[in-house]
């Protein structure tokens, strides 16, 4: 691609050079149509290069990704998940929690895991929040689809 790149840029450069120094008649009319058919000709080579088959694409060749961009997007999608979650929580349900995500580090972003720990549950009737983590856990996993652990 840059010796693509740079062959356009030379050839237009070129083309440039001639049109300034080409004489105002019929030899610098015939110059300058030439150095544009000559541009036109680079620039579509790459095209026929390909239908004539000259040019292969690699196939079955599995490209590089970078591991560690990765894990720094799944870090900052976990962050605002789990930001997301702990108000979820709160408005829902009115309980404070701590909230850490688990993404997976790979194309898809997929939930690994939810840990919600449950600093203060909300509810003053202590009967009723004997099985609020059990009722969170459960919406949690069938909202993200993954494991999910209240304490």
């Known amino acids: ?14 083309s440039a050079v001639i049109t300034i120094l080409a004489p105002h008649g019929k ?20 095209i026929v290069q390909f239908f004539s088959g000259e040019v292969t694409v690699p196939q079955g060749s599995d490209p590089a990704f970078d591991t560690a961009y990765f894990a720094f997007c799944a870090d900052e999608c976990a962050k605002e998940d789990a930001e997301s979650i702990e108000n979820f929580l709160f408005k829902e349900y009115g309980a404070e929690t701590d909230v850490v995500v688990r993404r997976n580090a790979d194309m898809t972003f997929s939930y690994e895991k939810i840990s919600v720990e449950i600093l203060n549950p909300g509810i ?10 059990e009722e969170i856990e459960r919406r949690l996993e069938a909202i993200y689809g993954c494991e999910a652990e209240v304490v």
């Open 1 to 14: 691609m840059q010796a693509y790149i740079l062959t356009i840029a030379g050839v237009i450069l070129f």
């Open 124 to 133: 003053f009737d202590m009967d009723e929040h004997i099985h609020i983590s």
């Open 27 to 46: 030899m610098g009319a015939f110059l300058k149509g030439m150095s544009k058919l000559v541009i036109l000709c680079a620039l579509v080579a790459p």
